[in-house]
């Protein structure tokens, strides 16, 4: 009996040990898994802000996915910039708009909590691979039962459950889909709160540039005040005090403005601040720039980058490939999962039976689950197939919002930049030079004092209106950037090259 019970225990020990000990990440080396089928593999990167390596269940060993899925690196440890221990800390003069970024992206809340939650969907696929914990069970005799070899004292069972084969491989693809698909969130947040900082930071460029105009403009117009008071005083059968008065309320109406202006400044560093997640104590004292950049003349070449760089098309795509193997396990589950086991009877030497040996029996167990109730089991099926259905339509509602989104911010770029260019080119230094000429007419009574207004007027408005189409096109390229996915005007390619290749990533 001892040699019967050593070849069934070792029998149930290979079943068990051969499921148990299948790698998990070994699912990553399969067709389809860690490389992306959906999408073209791209042939050119953007490593100085493309990193996709954490979209694999296992991104330290899985680092072979082409497609390109986010403007900044998704590893938080790999960011330069972290808060110091003091709780004060200083973003003065000298602190660039990489700076800004580096700091935001390494001190971001919603961003650790997006790396944690995909971390945790992670560490979620050995577990639904693994097999179901062995059963352990006594029967003891409250009387026992006489046989012929002797008294049954005890009986233990040992068994365990083993899925048909694959259930648990596509268990471990729907949970490594599902942390992938968030890892692409993870990218698709810090694309946001890049573009955060991008719009608080260019806003505060406006507010700078026009605090600056308005002042240097002040002056302008104490110059005005001060030829209307020397006409009046000359000639004041020509030039009343009604002229002096109305100067000086256009002085007033400046001044008015510079307050907006310097309070608009205070609600920019607020911004600025929340985008930045800075720690109390945290003073701002940056001088923001705009950054030489031209806008891609080409919406469509935009349009042809999404699918390498959106992380949101990126998170579906994972997501429908997840729905596939949800799919293909609801359909396993028409067959039937086996329970193997081994019972040990414990006999007592003491038996009624004058032959009574007193030996140990031993028994094989097999048994599986009878998988009969086909309405529950079809419902299952119809279940996965919508749920895939559903993200197919989510799919392409995101494709439509992405792509009109792309279209209209870089239709606002293209105005910006043109407006702004003939604001400097041609507006403004005519401006300039109408108000100069302006001066000396009116000292000359050639031209009215409300020609003189009207001709500061325009330069004023003119002169902020060059700044504000500045921040909004830099602004609109920092959109375009989120919403493509990664750096739109640094791509090392020919762009007619992405434009041809368009059709392709369909």
Sequence with gaps: MNGRFRLATSLLCVIVAGCATTPWHAILTKPGIGTTPVAKTAKHTVPQHIDNSELTAEPKRDSQSGVQLTAYTSDLSEQATVLPDSRETFLGAETSLDDLIAFAL????????????????????????????????????????????GPQDVILNLSQKVPWFGKRDLRGEIACREA?????????????VVEQVKLAYYELYFVDRAIAVDKELEGRMEDVITIAESKYRTAREKTGLETVLQAEVELFQLQTLLIQMEQAKVKAHARLAKALHAPRGTTLDVVPAIPETDVPRSAEVLVAMIDRCQPNLEAVRRQRLGDQSAIALAQKNYYPDVTVGVNYYGIGSTGLSPVATGDDAFSLLVGVNLPIYREKLDAGVREAQFRAARTAQQYDALWDDV?????????????????????????????????????????????????????????????????????????????????VGCAITTWPIDPEAVAAEAGDLD
């Design 180 to 192: 992938q698909a968030t890892f692409a969130r993870m990218a698709a947040a810090q694309l946001s």
């Design 106 to 149: 390494a001190n971001n809340p919603e961003i650790k909590a997006i790396h944690m939650q995909a971390h945790a969907l992670e560490a979620r696929v050995p577990q639904v691979r693994a097999l179901d914990d062995p059963m352990l069970m006594t029967t003891t005799f409250l009387e026992p039962i006489q046989t012929a070899a």
């Design 403 to 483: 792509r009109a989104e792309v279209h209209t911010q870089h239709a606002q770029a293209i105005e910006d930049d043109r407006i702004a260019q003939i604001l400097e080119e041609n507006i403004i230094p005519k401006s300039q030079e109408a108000l100069d000429l302006s001066f000396e007419a009116y000292r000359v009574d050639r031209i009215t004092f409300q020609q003189l207004i009207e001709n500061y007027k325009t330069l004023l408005r003119h002169r902020i209106e060059y700044h504000r189409r500045l921040a909004q096109r830099a602004q609109a390229i920092a959109t375009l950037e989120r919403a």
